[in-house]
């Protein structure tokens, strides 16, 4: 995923947790926020320490990262979504993780009507 498709900036954060909307289950808090850029959407990531050690963190991050990137078709344009992993995230591989972001993201209506269809 390009750096230009990443929420890094601290403000960034907070304008995102202050005026989107938050959607979760089990493993996964998205906040979905409308911005005015000219990007397709961009993602913040957020595993706290509580999660795992780093490696695991890491891991998480990159499931996220790569779920993000097969579904970019999919996700509805010029949003931003900061993803908070919980908990029982550390125990998912990626399909895992893919299949629970796409039930997150349908809720918050973030996908096209044409959605991707998990197996």
């Known amino acids: ?15 995102v947790f202050k005026g989107g909307k938050s959607f979760a289950n089990r493993q996964f ?3 979905m926020y409308k911005n005015e850029l000219n990007v397709p959407f961009r993602i913040g990531l957020s ?3 509580k999660v795992g050690n780093a490696v695991t963190r890491n891991r998480i991050k990159r499931y996220v990262r790569q779920s993000f990137t097969e579904l970019k078709a999919e996700i509805l344009p ?5 993803v908070i992993a919980r908990k029982p995230a550390a125990d998912m591989d990626g399909h895992e993780v ?4 796409i039930h997150v993201l ?14």
């Open 106 to 119: 349908k809720r918050a209506k973030a996908l096209n009507k044409s959605a991707y269809k998990p197996d």
């Open 78 to 82: 010029g949003h931003d979504f900061i």
């Open 1 to 15: 995923m390009k750096k230009t498709f990443r929420i890094k900036k601290d403000s960034e954060f907070q304008s």
């Open 29 to 31: 808090v998205v906040y």
């Open 47 to 49: 595993v706290s320490k």
């Open 98 to 101: 893919k299949k629970s972001l």
